[in-house]
DNA sequence: TAGTGGTCTAGACCACCGT
DNA sequence: CGGTGGTCTAGACCACTAA
């Protein structure tokens, strides 16, 4: 993601063209003109709609892709990316073993929630303080080893009315395809924090591991178009056997 | 980065213009031609040159501009980056403080020795086992506070000719503005694998924390032009009071 | 003021896809 | 085959920098 968001947005000043375009097509996403997983309009037809050239509307679709909001599929068209396929529930999983690549990704919900939304919390994802967060556990394996990671997952209860366990595990845990296709949220980037922690009695328990075992703690905040976050995530993973991945550049 | 870089070269097969062009630049880079903070010929030389459009050029250098290869200044020109520079030697620093930014980096260098390379580092790095490597230890400081990591890294002797501990010194530990001012390595990408280990007795002391505490260990192969690993990066870091900040998309 | 990269346009042709 | 995105070109103008 090139775009910056939490903190101040550096003040818009004036944009290129190409920039206002890219916004408008944001906002189109936004408002569901176009859903995950369709074509948006050929590139001829939004220079036509917007008034401005092919290759204006070309940029703006192509920082999109690079965000990957969009989708390009040369001869096809142009796609909302969605989370809603295989393997696209694994393109925000940076956990791999440390032989071969994470293939198949279980989860196994532990139990699901509402709380009271601590200060931390609330202020995280912009709510009121004291509103109400739906908390859900989840374990996850991978290509069937684990379970690796225990998730922890916050999410504002406002915009995910009726989500319950049911619901969850009709889904079979894959989150970010459930929002979208239940809730209409599509998460589009994320930025996580990792430390190292000594396991406490019940995670210990529930990874199969000792308590005072170090393991990988890993904080997600996710957000949505425009930088707006709407999900919490605390995982701790059993780094025995897997990672965390990163590539620098 | 975009480029794939290990594994399997997904065949080359026909590449358009600007990849071309693009590749061409690399080349001339890692001939030499154009130095670390140099700047390159404009666009318009550039397409004279290697006689294609000033268009195709532009595609070429955005790519390169957008794997941090090359620095583009409206009005200046572009220029060849660079770890020659204040801040530039965070760019590769995921570690940061808790609260605020990783602003001043320091580092104390610990030993550094002349060693046989185990089958594992010599993979990594392509030299021939047996090979002769330098391994050097460090400590970290961040804002001041520290120290933080604890960082071993192993280089292939025979491309760091003349690399010791006053050498290091002398660059004051910032080690790829080192590798590119005294040894024309330029270090442009690199992959970190994350777990989290309980510290040894050694470590632990190094750090200033108790043996068996968590630790997060980032180990990093970092590459140069083309893909090619040039060193190798082992790390401890102490997360009480920091954390490994990573952005995703 | 001259030179640089940044934007925008217009049009041609290519490569790929589904029908 | 027609339609899509991908490439390449050429030229005009803008925004920024340095002298």
Redesign the pocket.
């Known amino acids: 993601m090139k775009t910056s968001f939490a903190g101040l947005a550096p003040a818009p000043a004036f944009q290129?063209?190409?920039r206002q375009i890219k916004q408008l097509i944001t906002e189109l996403l936004e408002s569901g003109e176009w859903r995950p997983g369709e074509a948006i309009p050929?590139?001829?037809?939004l220079a036509q709609r917007f008034s401005?050239?092919?290759?204006?509307v070309?940029?703006a679709v192509a920082e999109l892709a690079g965000e990957n909001v969009l989708v390009?599929?040369?001869?096809?068209?142009?796609f909302v990316a969605s989370h809603s396929h295989a393997r696209a529930h694994l393109s925000f999983l940076h956990v791999t073993p440390d032989r071969g690549r994470a293939e198949r990704l279980e989860a196994r919900l532990v139990d699901l929630k509402r709380v009271r939304a601590d200060a931390t919390s609330a202020g995280l994802l912009g709510l009121d303080p004291g509103g109400t967060l739906i908390r859900l556990r989840r374990l996850l394996w991978i290509n069937g080893r684990g379970p690796v990671v225990l998730e922890e997952v916050r999410l504002p209860a406002s915009a995910f009315r009726g989500l319950d366990a049911t619901v969850a595990e009709a889904h079979r845990c894959m989150l970010y395809s459930m929002y979208e296709a239940a809730f209409g949220v599509k998460v589009v980037a994320a930025e996580e924090r990792l430390k190292a922690v000594a396991a406490d009695a019940d995670t210990a328990h529930m990874l199969g591991v000792c308590a005072g075992d170090a393991l990988l703690r890993i904080e997600r905040v996710a957000y949505t178009y425009g930088g707006k976050p709407v999900e919490l995530r605390r995982g701790f993973c059993n780094t025995r056997f897997h990672h965390y991945a990163n590539a620098l550049s």
Chains 1, 2 share one sequence.
């Open positions: 290129p063209l190409y050929s590139e001829i037809d401005v050239s092919q290759g204006t070309r940029k390009r599929r040369q001869g096809r068209g142009t």
